[in-house]
């Protein structure tokens, strides 16, 4: 049989049992990721607006701030307030690049399968990368 022969699989409507099966491709990982980010951005928004008025309102408050990241704040654990604020800039982070990129190709007309899957790579692992880096200054690993 040859290769023209041969009928590809065709996915149509994908039932709930092929999703560990179907495997997405980078730019369409990064798509998704991008509105996560964004709803997890909105979604915690007056967790952000708390922090910023804790941390420049006055010595006191930044105390009260701080103390939020080592004891912890109303029943929640110190480590768990640092995990949150983790997501906060992985979201931010790769909302940022994420948007960069889409800024870009639609500035560039870039629109090929090769860049998108190279530049949604990169997207992938800059905002990884940058929040380990980060993330081990939160936790204090230097």
Same mark, same amino acid.
């Given at each position: 049989?040859?290769?023209?022969?041969?009928?590809?699989?065709?996915?149509?409507?994908?039932?709930?049992?092929?999703?560990?099966?179907?495997?997405?491709?980078?730019?369409?990982?990064?798509?998704?990721?991008?509105?996560?980010?964004?709803?997890?951005?909105?979604?915690?928004?007056?967790?952000?607006?708390?922090?910023?008025?804790?941390?420049?309102?006055?010595?006191?408050?930044?105390?009260?701030?701080?103390?939020?990241?080592?004891?912890?704040?109303?029943?929640?654990?110190?480590?768990?307030?640092?995990?949150?604020? *983790?997501? @906060?800039?992985? =979201?931010?982070?790769?909302? +940022?690049? !994420?948007? &960069?990129?889409? /800024? #870009?190709?639609?500035?560039?007309?870039?629109?090929?399968?090769?860049?998108?899957?190279?530049?949604?790579?990169?997207? *992938?692992? @800059?905002?990884? =990368?940058?929040?380990?880096? +980060?993330? !081990?200054? &939160?936790?204090? /690993? #230097?």
């Amino acid at each position: 049989m040859s290769e023209a022969a041969k009928k590809r699989p065709e996915f149509r409507n994908i039932h709930i049992t092929d999703i560990l099966t179907y495997r997405l491709p980078p730019a369409a990982i990064v798509s998704i990721l991008h509105r996560i980010s964004g709803a997890l951005m909105f979604l915690l928004l007056p967790f952000i607006i708390w922090m910023f008025d804790k941390s420049v309102s006055s010595e006191i408050s930044f105390g009260q701030f701080s103390a939020a990241f080592s004891s912890g704040l109303w029943i929640l654990p110190g480590w768990f307030i640092k995990l949150v604020v *983790l997501a @906060l800039m992985w =979201a931010y982070l790769h909302h +940022l690049i !994420a948007g &960069l990129r889409h /800024l #870009y190709m639609d500035a560039t007309h870039k629109l090929s399968k090769e860049f998108g899957k190279s530049t949604a790579v990169t997207t *992938l692992v @800059l905002s990884v =990368a940058l929040t380990v880096i +980060l993330g !081990a200054k &939160l936790f204090g /690993l #230097y």
